[in-house]
């Protein structure tokens, strides 16, 4: 654990623990409305109902060459369900575990390349 | 100019609806003169949206008062335009000595008579008006800066030999959000309290200006964490009327039940909070295990702990009813009884009882000057409950009654008796209304927003502090201005009043934790 701490302590300027090491059965057994996850990529290049419906701009479609990506910051997310509500492609879902901790913010940001459409 | 349109919706079935435009003396003066009659409440008292603000010029204000006559059935919005300030009057000329001058560079705009100095209620919300817009109230009895702590803390009032100013805040320990308090104390006995709020000042109601009415719902609900279905269900309450959409009365019946969820897991806290500062530590973990397990209970049925994204503008919740109903009859009977034997325990139990009895009294007149809303006023005797003075067709069905306490004296204890009552009560509500819910089925019918020019709304919730009261002025379908009135804000000014009355200084937490003030609720 001393080699953990002294590692992640080199790379970014902090020694942290996660606790508890192993997450609590309370956190991923229940269904709660936790953070959205990207279950897979959305075919539909036209439709713009989760960027829409989103209040803090927390999902945003990203366009490159026809190929339209999905960029959701769950750093920015107030769990309103929007999306997972609104999306026809079932792209959203609540994710399993309300815990979550990261060292940097941009590893809230996920992306999913588009489909289909290509 | 706006035209007023007043749908009746559910929660104000049977009730009249009227705006009148006076001349804005004689609206102070007919505000006032109405609420010392005693049946009528002040639900909202602010600035209406005035046409002006387009031109860039000095807008025109314009002054809304909203009154409610619970034995007549009738809510009344008044509104009077402010009159142009005097120019040549600098705005030290306003003030007496005895108060503080204005920030510097303040002009005086308009001016317009004080309903404070007529009704204590008005005291701090005019004291908001003033700062936020430079409307003076001429004649206010105590003006000073009320917003930004960080510019003006208030002054100690005592003065000589033996006399000492004790500062506690704006950090506090616990989940207490900030406040600053000022003690002037001599020994042990306090003499003055002055509570400075305003640290959590977030504008919401600015933030909300030009949103659609489904965005500003998201704001509403984080008014107050631990008023998150009162404040949601005042809000869409409002916004429906505003833009003419009756709610079906599965909507409500949600609403409701949503609201009592959190009154259990709020009054529970509350016990807590109080078996805390008394050092019943057993007591204290076992109410806060139940706080807990109610949480969680809300998190399994809605999918929020804090019943987020519950109530919906126009539509129900998206809740799998026949499992949720399931789920709350097995494992709330449980709570409850746990909740109960500890509740009997404490009411035994002399070295609590002593320490909350004369402790912290709320005066009956000062409960009425100021306008006291929810378990503390229901404490003095009043029977102030929004579920039994403008919701009564709603709630009857569910077999609710005003709570006032047996023994009314205001005090500390009284205050956790009326809790304890309203836990049974609440409880009564969820499991009489539970059935009702489960045999229907989902029903998703979107708002239609698309609604004439220039609407306006009131919605009333009861939330697990008092009256909560918002006010909507729409456009649209745009948010033109929001007024938000939750109940801590009527029950904070007395709160000073009642630590300093004969209290000493170790009596503050136990009349911190009767009180069960949110913080937030005010500043929002």
């Given at each position: 654990m001393?080699?953990e701490?002294l590692l992640?302590g080199?790379?970014s300027?902090r020694?942290?623990?996660?606790?508890?090491?192993?997450?609590?059965?309370?956190l991923?057994?229940r269904?709660?409305?936790?953070?959205?996850?990207?279950?897979?990529p959305c075919s539909?290049?036209?439709c713009?109902?989760?960027?829409?419906?989103?209040p803090?701009?927390?999902i945003?479609?990203?366009?490159?060459?026809?190929?339209?990506?999905?960029?959701?910051d769950?750093?920015?997310?107030?769990?309103c369900?929007?999306?997972?509500?609104?999306?026809?492609?079932?792209?959203?879902?609540?994710?399993?575990?309300?815990?979550r901790?990261e060292?940097r913010?941009?590893?809230?940001?996920?992306?999913?390349?588009?489909?289909?459409?290509? | 100019m706006?035209?007023p349109?007043?749908?009746?919706?559910?929660?104000?079935?049977?009730?009249r609806m009227?705006?009148?435009?006076?001349d804005?003396?004689?609206?102070?003066a007919l505000?006032?003169?109405?609420?010392?009659?005693?049946?009528?409440?002040?639900?909202?008292?602010?600035f209406?949206?005035g046409?002006?603000?387009?031109?860039?010029?000095e807008?025109?204000?314009?002054?809304?008062?909203?009154?409610?006559?619970r034995t007549?059935?009738?809510v009344?919005?008044?509104?009077g335009?402010?009159e142009?300030?005097h120019?040549e009057?600098?705005?030290?000329?306003?003030f007496?000595?005895?108060?503080?001058?204005?920030q510097?560079?303040?002009?005086?705009?308009?001016?317009?008579?004080s309903l404070a100095s007529?009704?204590?209620?008005?005291?701090?919300?005019?004291?908001?008006?003033?700062?936020?817009?430079?409307?003076i109230?001429?004649?206010?009895?105590?003006?000073?800066?009320?917003?930004h702590?960080?510019?003006?803390?208030?002054d100690?009032?005592?003065?000589?030999?033996g006399?000492?100013?004790?500062?506690?805040?704006?950090?506090?320990a616990d989940?207490?959000?900030s406040?600053?308090?000022?003690f002037?104390?001599?020994?042990?006995?306090?003499?003055?309290?002055?509570?400075?709020?305003?640290?959590?000042?977030r504008?919401?109601?600015?933030l909300a200006?030009?949103?659609?009415?489904e965005?500003?719902?998201?704001l509403?609900?984080?008014?107050?964490?631990t008023?998150?279905?009162a404040?949601?269900?005042?809000?869409?309450?409002?916004a429906?009327?505003?833009?003419?959409?009756?709610?079906?009365l599965?909507?409500?019946?949600?609403r409701?039940?949503?609201g009592?969820?959190?009154?259990?897991?709020?009054?529970?806290?509350?016990?807590?909070?109080?078996?805390?500062?008394?050092?019943?530590?057993?007591?204290q973990?076992?109410f806060?295990?139940?706080?807990?397990?109610l949480?969680?209970l809300?998190?399994?049925?809605?999918?929020s702990?804090?019943?987020?994204?519950a109530?919906?503008?126009?539509?129900?919740?998206?809740?799998?009813?026949e499992?949720?109903a399931?789920?709350?009859?097995?494992e709330?009977?449980?709570?409850?009884?746990?909740?109960?034997?500890f509740?009997?325990?404490?009411l035994?139990?002399p070295?609590f009882?002593?320490?909350l009895?004369p402790t912290?009294?709320?005066e009956l007149?000062?409960?009425?000057?100021?306008?006291?809303?929810?378990?503390v006023?229901?404490?003095?005797g009043?029977?102030?409950?929004a579920r039994?003075?403008?919701?009564?067709?709603l709630?009857?069905?569910?077999?609710?009654?005003?709570?006032?306490?047996?023994d009314a004296?205001?005090?500390?204890?009284?205050?956790f008796?009326v809790?304890?009552?309203?836990?049974?009560i609440?409880?009564?509500i969820?499991?009489?209304?539970?059935p009702?819910?489960?045999?229907?089925?989902?029903?998703k019918?979107e708002?239609s927003l698309?609604?004439g020019?220039?609407?306006?709304g009131?919605?009333?919730?009861?939330s697990?502090?008092?009256?909560v009261?918002?006010?909507?002025f729409?456009?649209n379908?745009?948010?033109?201005?929001?007024?938000?009135?939750?109940a801590?804000?009527?029950n904070?000014?007395?709160f000073?009043l009642?630590?300093?009355?004969g209290?000493?200084q170790?009596?503050?937490?136990?009349?911190?934790?009767?009180?069960?003030?949110?913080?937030?609720?005010?500043?929002r």
């Amino acid at each position: 654990m001393r080699a953990e701490w002294l590692l992640s302590g080199l790379a970014s300027g902090r020694v942290t623990t996660t606790y508890p090491r192993q997450r609590e059965q309370e956190l991923s057994r229940r269904r709660w409305n936790s953070v959205p996850t990207l279950n897979g990529p959305c075919s539909d290049t036209a439709c713009r109902e989760c960027s829409e419906v989103c209040p803090t701009d927390a999902i945003t479609r990203v366009e490159t060459q026809g190929n339209a990506a999905l960029r959701l910051d769950v750093g920015a997310c107030i769990a309103c369900g929007r999306c997972v509500d609104r999306c026809p492609e079932g792209v959203f879902s609540w994710a399993e575990a309300i815990d979550r901790a990261e060292v940097r913010k941009e590893r809230f940001i996920s992306t999913v390349e588009g489909g289909a459409d290509q | 100019m706006m035209q007023p349109q007043l749908a009746e919706t559910l929660p104000w079935q049977g009730w009249r609806m009227h705006t009148r435009r006076d001349d804005v003396q004689d609206m102070i003066a007919l505000v006032a003169q109405t609420l010392a009659g005693g049946d009528t409440e002040l639900l909202y008292y602010g600035f209406a949206p005035g046409d002006g603000e387009d031109s860039g010029a000095e807008p025109a204000r314009e002054l809304v008062a909203v009154t409610m006559d619970r034995t007549q059935r009738e809510v009344v919005w008044r509104f009077g335009r402010c009159e142009a300030g005097h120019p040549e009057k600098s705005p030290q000329a306003y003030f007496s000595s005895r108060l503080l001058a204005p920030q510097s560079g303040m002009k005086v705009c308009s001016e317009f008579p004080s309903l404070a100095s007529q009704y204590l209620g008005a005291l701090w919300i005019e004291r908001e008006m003033w700062e936020k817009t430079g409307c003076i109230p001429v004649g206010h009895p105590d003006l000073r800066p009320i917003l930004h702590p960080e510019k003006v803390l208030p002054d100690p009032v005592a003065r000589g030999s033996g006399t000492f100013h004790l500062p506690l805040g704006p950090v506090r320990a616990d989940v207490t959000e900030s406040g600053f308090f000022l003690f002037d104390t001599i020994g042990e006995q306090i003499m003055h309290m002055q509570p400075q709020l305003f640290y959590k000042h977030r504008d919401m109601e600015k933030l909300a200006v030009g949103m659609t009415a489904e965005d500003a719902l998201l704001l509403a609900e984080r008014i107050s964490g631990t008023s998150t279905v009162a404040h949601a269900t005042a809000f869409c309450r409002a916004a429906e009327q505003a833009l003419g959409y009756r709610p079906s009365l599965q909507n409500e019946r949600e609403r409701m039940l949503f609201g009592e969820m959190e009154r259990l897991y709020n009054h529970v806290h509350d016990f807590s909070q109080l078996a805390s500062a008394t050092g019943m530590t057993v007591a204290q973990a076992q109410f806060a295990r139940a706080k807990e397990e109610l949480l969680r209970l809300n998190a399994e049925v809605v999918g929020s702990r804090y019943l987020r994204g519950a109530v919906r503008l126009g539509r129900s919740a998206s809740v799998d009813w026949e499992r949720g109903a399931a789920r709350l009859t097995a494992e709330l009977p449980a709570i409850d009884r746990r909740v109960r034997r500890f509740l009997r325990l404490l009411l035994h139990t002399p070295t609590f009882v002593d320490r909350l009895r004369p402790t912290g009294i709320v005066e009956l007149e000062w409960a009425r000057a100021y306008g006291v809303v929810g378990p503390v006023a229901r404490a003095c005797g009043l029977a102030v409950d929004a579920r039994t003075d403008c919701l009564r067709h709603l709630y009857e069905s569910t077999g609710h009654a005003c709570m006032t306490a047996e023994d009314a004296f205001g005090d500390a204890l009284s205050r956790f008796r009326v809790r304890v009552r309203e836990w049974d009560i609440s409880l009564h509500i969820v499991l009489e209304l539970l059935p009702s819910l489960g045999m229907s089925t989902l029903v998703k019918t979107e708002l239609s927003l698309a609604t004439g020019k220039g609407s306006m709304g009131i919605g009333v919730a009861e939330s697990p502090r008092g009256r909560v009261c918002h006010v909507l002025f729409c456009d649209n379908g745009k948010v033109v201005a929001w007024g938000i009135r939750a109940a801590s804000a009527w029950n904070w000014p007395v709160f000073g009043l009642a630590t300093a009355n004969g209290n000493i200084q170790t009596d503050f937490p136990i009349i911190d934790a009767s009180f069960g003030l949110s913080y937030a609720g005010l500043d929002r």
